[in-house]
């Protein structure tokens, strides 16, 4: 079987992967693409060991046994992998995002799994969108989640969450790539230090004319900074606004609203898709190659985790 799922449409999955046997050896494929290499002593020879639900493959020099799932978002789960793969499925292939409550109805899990399944996905994308950096011309601004409470503020000093919102152009002036992140403030030092992390140095950043954007010029950046007017410059921040309005629209529409404390996993899935939105038929293969390379975490961990 090759490894290659390019171009994959619904049919061609629903063919493809039939049973738990199908998942498990695409699995190894994935794991293993140029063969048996052991996690210990890397040797290259193994025995296949079948007493289990699932092989084990045994070193032949250190006698470690390896699977498929250690080491993978799989890892310890209860779950058939079948159930996994149409999870994976649904979430690279579903542009609106996808709920916990979607996916105890689609695939026949209790809600509490159906939730830790998504995030434990989420997690992987996360350690994807962490590896490369925006650049050419940026974009930036702040943008604001949730209701604000009863009689609060609009706009900066609100109550809501602030959302430090990034998105590259393209030559043409189209939109590219985005980041966003949940912030404490919208302190020149946050400002700064998100762009250490997020845009390369010697980038055109484009923003309002916060009295905390400036120092970015001091930090290696070009900074152009207009006062934001849409009236005299309608193409300023044109494009991160639309697409801050897309994300506020999947929070609101697929989960009901967020609290502060996810909020960050479901904003790096909605740049995950965005970033992906031109690789037609690709996600599943994409994100399955992610889940395949990503650790598992626990409930436990998700839920004592506030994200940044």
């Known amino acids: 079987m090759s490894t290659a799922i390019n171009e994959m449409n619904e049919l061609d999955f629903h063919q493809r992967f039939r049973t738990e046997e199908d998942c498990y050896k695409y699995l190894v494929k994935l794991k293993w693409a140029d063969g048996f290499v052991c996690d210990r002593c890397h040797h290259t020879s193994c025995t296949e060991l079948y007493h289990r639900k699932f092989p084990l493959y045994q070193c ?9 799932i250690v080491g993978t978002i799989f890892e310890r789960t209860r779950t058939s992998l079948l159930k996994w793969f149409m999870a994976i499925w649904q979430m690279a292939t579903d542009k609106r995002g996808f709920s916990a409550k979607q996916l105890e109805r689609n695939i026949g899990v209790t809600y509490k799994t159906a939730w830790l399944m998504l995030h434990k996905i989420r997690e992987a994308m996360i350690e994807r969108e962490h590896m490369y950096f925006l650049n050419g011309i940026v974009e930036l601004d702040e943008a604001f989640f ?12 609100t109550d809501k969450t602030m959302v430090l919102a990034a998105v590259s152009l393209t030559d043409d002036g189209k939109p590219n790539f985005a980041k ?3 912030i404490p403030d919208a302190k020149s030092t946050t400002l700064v ?5 997020e845009i390369a140095p010697g980038t055109e950043i484009r923003s309002d004319a916060h009295r905390s954007y400036p120092k970015l010029s001091e930090s ?5 900074a207009h006062v934001f007017d849409q009236n005299k410059r309608p193409e300023h921040l044109k494009w991160l606004h639309v697409i801050v309005g897309n994300a506020k629209k999947m929070v609101t529409s697929t989960f009901h609203g967020l609290g ?8 790096n899935e909605f740049c995950y898709r965005f970033n992906r939105r031109r690789f037609k038929g690709e996600g599943f293969g994409r994100l399955l190659r ?3 390379n990503s650790p598992t975490i626990i409930r ?5 985790t506030f994200i940044p």
Not at 146 to 157: I, V
Not at 261 to 267: A, D, I, N, V
């Open 60 to 68: 032949k020099n250190c006698h470690y046994q390896a699977s498929a």
């Open 146 to 157: 949730g209701a604000p409470k009863k009689g609060g503020k609009r706009g900066r000093g």
């Open 180 to 182: 966003m992140e949940v």
């Open 193 to 197: 230090n998100f762009a250490y992390r």
């Open 220 to 224: 290696g950046y070009h900074h152009v």
């Open 260 to 267: 502060t404390k996810h909020l960050q996993r479901y904003l």
């Open 290 to 292: 992610l889940c395949v």
């Open 300 to 304: 436990r961990e998700l839920e004592n």
